[in-house]
């Protein structure tokens, strides 16, 4: 069955390193996206890509980016952790349905306690 | 213009009653509204959605119901059971850009 998986599913850092966290989907879809969640915010967007060598900023990119070297992947960087990056990370997935939004297959989430 | 406001935070229902949860929203360009469900500890997923060509939409004890004029989506859950308990995100967007805007979810809690 196609999936889409996170890791590390939990990850406890100091303030000021790097982290990266990892998204891998067999879904084999174009679009790929990271949202963050906390209480009282729903999902925020962070950054999304929409295919290979493509990459945008969401509405709450600072302090993070991604590259998309392959369709399965998009990998997700905090460049220098800070404690308001504390958050569950979820990566999502959808297919290029002809111009259509298209159902999101979400991974299982990545909670990230920066100290 | 770009929010989707959703209420309530959180709701308790008896089982076998109707859950009923709204959102509203202000972009007139939107015109896809998906309902997602979430257990604890995992992604949300897709429950249902709906395009504003239709009013409602119905799939199994779910129900979306759409009020274009007012800018306001509602998902409705007939006979609701223990199981259903879970986080329930509604969303909204336009097909230029294939992004959602997300409301801020509501905690369901079915009680035996």
């Known amino acids: 069955d196609a999936e889409i998986t996170q890791s590390p599913r939990h990850k406890i850092t100091e303030t000021g390193r790097q982290v990266t966290l990892a998204c891998h989907q067999t879904?084999?879809?174009?679009?790929m996206f990271w949202y963050r969640q906390d209480l009282g915010h729903g999902l925020r967007l962070i950054h999304y890509?929409?295919?290979?060598?493509?990459?945008n900023k969401g509405e709450v990119s600072d302090g993070y980016s991604v590259s998309r070297s392959n369709t399965e992947d998009l990998p997700l960087t905090l460049e220098s952790a800070a404690s308001s990056q504390t958050s569950v990370y979820f990566c999502a997935s959808s297919e290029d349905a002809g111009g259509r939004t298209g159902e999101l297959f979400f991974g299982e989430g990545s909670r990230l306690t920066v100290l | 213009q770009q929010q989707v406001k959703q209420s309530p935070q959180s709701l308790i229902v008896q089982k076998g009653g109707i859950s009923i949860i709204n959102c509203a929203y202000e972009?007139?360009?939107?015109?896809?509204f998906p309902w997602y469900q979430q257990f604890p500890g995992k992604g949300p997923a897709l429950l249902i959605a709906?395009?504003?060509d239709v009013s409602e939409k119905k799939e199994g004890r779910f129900t979306i119901s759409f009020n274009k004029s007012a800018k306001q989506f509602s998902l409705h859950i007939m006979d609701s059971q223990p199981g259903d308990s879970a986080t329930y995100f509604c969303?909204?967007?336009?097909?230029?850009?294939?992004?959602?805007?997300w409301g801020a979810g509501t905690k369901l809690i079915i009680k035996p």
């Open positions: 969303a909204a967007a336009d097909d230029s850009n294939y992004q959602l805007i």
């Open positions: 890509s929409y295919g290979v060598q493509d990459t």
């Open positions: 972009n007139t360009a939107f015109d896809y």
């Open positions: 709906i395009r504003p």
């Open positions: 879904w084999n879809h174009n679009n």
